[in-house]
């Protein structure tokens, strides 16, 4: 169950009606909601302050087109992926854009290029990490794909590993990659959406938390390294739906991650090796038809997640705000999550016990695709969907 305290639930969910009604669409609970979100209105406003440090805004590219993820090179070039396949440059206040030469591409419904990652070695190698969806409509699936840089362009991209369950849908791919201290890479494979069942089944590699090693191979020490079913090797944790957040906490060192529920259950989870997150056996939210999709929302042997949005912010990117950053003190031991629905950067408190949530930096405002803590501790900030931006917020 979502610990938070009665006046952070109660934010949660008219920032989430709010929403649902912001969008068009009938809603009886916005109705009911509307009079207490004005009694509440400064209590809410109060809750979800900005952090006491003052702040600044810079923008840091404009016009990108349907843009996922980013990362800050060491000398401070920016690089941008856009799901049709190409990353943006960012060099010195200078913009230029180029085509990544991905074997197969599948650039359809959720599908493109996605997440973008630096290998643990890259200031030797210049290597950069990878994932897309790659196929066609029949049959496509996510991959891993390794390329080095040479600050201009790339070098064709090796496919490292593919995903070993084919799937005929376009939605549903995940697709965030981190790497562990241990140089071993964790990455998130969505359910398909049409295969929601297949989040349970461990010989499929749907909806589920994959692990394997930075060439592509399996680490021995994998949950079901040892299943008859190759295909079970890889999967680090499973019941999952659409898993797009994926950080670690050093501070505590465990892996924090969040998912996409359907109409509602949206969730924030604590990763571990073997768990099965309960994906669709247990789950708040409904289908969008609003069809109950289980009666359950605990089921021995399954995780129930640590924070439960419902209804649904859209939980998009996230980013771990650490102890060692020292730009925005009152952030420390938060994550940084970015929301599609809710259109608003949150944070979460990850040390009080209590999951606090805030609403942070309103200046990045509308769907919001992905955040990222440089190694200065400011934040950048991605816009969603065509004419997007990247934006910085340093202190003042």
Known sequence: MLKTTWLSQLKIKLF????????????????SFFTLLSLLAFSVNAQAALPKEQYRTKTLATQLQSPWSMVELPNGTWLITERDGHVVIVKNDAQSRVKLNLTGLYVAGQGGLLDI??????????????????????????????????????????????????????????????????????????????????????????????????????????????????????????????????????????????????????ELNYLSAGTNYGWPVITYGKDYSQARISPFTEYKGMQKPSVNWTPSIAPSGMAYYGSKHAAFPSLQKHVLITTLVDQKLYSVNLANGEFTQSHVFPEAAGRLRDVFVTTEGNIAILTDGKEAKLMLVTPR
Not at 24 to 29: I, N, T, V, Y
Not at 201 to 207: F, M, W
Request: proline content about 6%.
């Open 16 to 31: 989430s009606y709010t929403s649902h009604a912001s969008k068009g669409l009938p809603s009886k609970q916005c109705i």
């Open 117 to 266: 990652v630096l290998s643990p070695d890259y200031n030797d190698s210049k290597e950069i990490i990878f994932t897309y969806a790659q196929g066609d409509a029949s049959a496509n699936r996510l991959v891993i794909a390794k390329a080095t840089f040479d600050g201009t362009d790339f070098s064709k991209p090796n496919v490292t590993y593919k995903v070993a369950t084919d799937k005929n849908t376009p939605q549903h791919y995940a697709g965030r990659a981190l790497v562990l201290p241990d140089n071993t890479l964790l990455f998130s494979n969505g359910d398909g959406f049409d295969f929601r069942e297949q989040a349970q089944v461990i010989t499929s590699q749907l909806g589920k938390i994959l692990r394997i090693n930075l060439d592509g191979s399996t680490p021995t020490d994998n949950p079901f390294i040892n299943h008859e079913n190759p295909n079970a090797h890889a999967v680090y944790s499973l019941g999952h739906r659409n898993p797009q957040g994926l950080v670690y906490d050093y501070d505590t060192q465990q892996i924090v991650s969040h998912e996409h529920g359907p109409a509602g259950g949206d």
